[in-house]
């Protein structure tokens, strides 16, 4: 089946240094990806579109310049969070548009999430 | 503006018995998916069942339906013969039907299978 990855599956880092996570789609090619952030105790928001080859699209209250976004292939996303600070400590997910599953045409996978630490 | 609206942050059930984990939404889209996800400790998100708005029999997957009702907006996960592995927190989402864009997830409901 379709499968997503993501590295660092932990990072700890000290305030002000910038982070990056990476989502590759392992065997399927992903047009589009999305990445979500989740506090503890408290549901997935999604932050942003993720297409490949152009600008990302935030979703409201995601600051662009912290959260920079690059999709430059088919099978990778990337999310770097600029100059962390000790509340962009929380837990990262992606996931990736690929082929469908129960009758949809397509469906959402999602990686195993990144956690991070910022001191 | 799609929402989805989880009441039950917490349930208790025992082993071997059925247990229903409460969804609704509101959406002003004709077409939708509904989904539900399991998220152990771990962190990753597993995929558990779909429901499309057009779908007219509700979803089974297995120990897994979803009971859908339009009318109420109303997409109830039911789980058969719990398990202990069934501990985990669990997320109703909903995406507009063309395609698997956007998720929106509802809070999640908490559910601990006592032995």
């Known amino acids: 089946g379709a499968v997503v990855s993501q590295h660092p599956s932990w990072v700890i880092c000290k305030s002000g240094t910038s982070v990056k996570i990476e989502c590759r789609s392992l065997?399927?090619?992903?047009?589009?990806m999305f990445w979500y952030r989740q506090f503890p105790k408290q549901s997935l928001m999604l932050m942003a579109t993720?297409?490949?080859?152009?600008?990302?699209?935030?979703e409201q209250g995601v600051e662009k310049d912290k959260f920079l976004i690059n999709h430059a292939s088919l099978t990778l996303s990337t999310l770097t969070v600029t100059s962390a600070h000790p509340e962009d400590s929380s837990f990262y997910i992606c996931?990736?548009?690929?082929?469908?599953?129960?009758?949809?045409?397509?469906?959402?996978?999602f990686g195993p999430g990144t956690r991070l630490l910022v001191l | 503006a799609q929402k989805i609206t989880q009441t039950q942050p917490g349930m208790f059930v025992q082993e071997k018995e059925a247990v229903t984990l409460d969804c609704t939404y509101d959406?002003?889209?004709?077409?939708?998916?509904l989904f539900w996800y399991k998220q152990p400790s771990s962190g990753e998100m597993i995929f558990l069942i779909y429901?499309?708005?057009?779908?007219?029999q509700n979803a089974t997957e297995g120990r897994y339906s979803l009971n859908f009702q339009k009318a109420r907006k109303s997409a109830n996960l039911v789980i058969s013969a719990s398990q202990l592995g069934d501990s985990a927190m669990y997320f109703c989402?909903?995406?507009?039907?063309?395609?698997?864009?956007?998720?929106?997830f509802g809070s999640g409901t908490r559910l601990s299978i006592r032995p």
């Open positions: 429901q499309g708005s057009y779908d007219e």
């Open positions: 993720s297409n490949e080859g152009s600008k990302a699209t935030y």
């Open positions: 996931s990736a548009r690929g082929p469908g599953t129960s009758g949809r045409a397509e469906t959402q996978y």
């Open positions: 959406t002003s889209d004709q077409s939708y998916g």
């Open positions: 065997d399927f090619q992903a047009t589009t």
């Open positions: 989402a909903m995406s507009p039907y063309s395609s698997a864009s956007k998720i929106i």
